[in-house]
């Protein structure tokens, strides 16, 4: 339910994060989030497509993770069209782009960090497609300029059925 939606996004920034474990970039504001979903709509769109047709078998995508030799954790399900389709997209937005995905909707992981979901607090920030929107999985605020200090997920909405997101997990 929603902890595990909350998981899924954050396991998708944690992987992300692991060769560094600490994001040194400083956390993007709400307008660059909006202006990157803006500028890239097409490719956001069409990935949810995807993310929400794949989300049965597969649960995070990144370029990174489909150009390693041994494709693992449903990944190696997707044909080869299909993959070089999500690493088309992904890149053609942010080639460090990940993506995570489940019944509730797809995570665009941009920014995250933490020590990892079993050992201390984890947090990561960027767009999320919620097709049933966001009343099962999040807090709606007006802004994520600052952090929230509470666990969870909290959405500022962009449009229907777009977010700008914000989840942590301790």
């Not at 649960?59 to 449903?74: I, M, N, P």
């Not at 933490?114 to 607090?121: A, M, N, P, W």
Request: aromatic share 10%.
């Amino acid at each position: 339910m929603f902890a595990g939606f909350i998981k899924f996004a954050l396991t998708a920034g944690v992987v992300l994060a692991m060769p560094s474990l600490v994001q040194s970039d400083p956390m993007p504001g709400d307008a660059e989030l909006v202006e990157l979903f803006r500028s890239h709509r097409d490719a956001f769109e069409r990935l949810a497509v995807m993310g929400m047709e794949d989300a049965a078998t597969v649960s995070h995508v990144s370029v990174e993770a489909l150009k390693e030799e041994s494709l693992s954790d449903g990944l190696q399900t997707l044909s080869a069209a299909r993959r070089s389709e999500y690493v088309r997209l992904l890149s053609r937005i942010r080639t460090n782009l990940s993506m995570g995905s489940d019944g509730y909707g797809v995570c665009f992981s941009y920014w995250s960090g933490g020590t990892g979901l079993s050992v201390g607090r984890s947090w990561e920030k960027g767009i999320a497609y919620l097709p049933h929107g966001y009343k099962r999985v999040a807090t709606q605020v007006t802004s994520l300029e600052k952090v929230p200090t509470e666990d969870g997920m909290y959405v500022v909405p962009i449009e229907p059925k777009w977010y700008i997101f914000y989840s942590q997990l301790d």
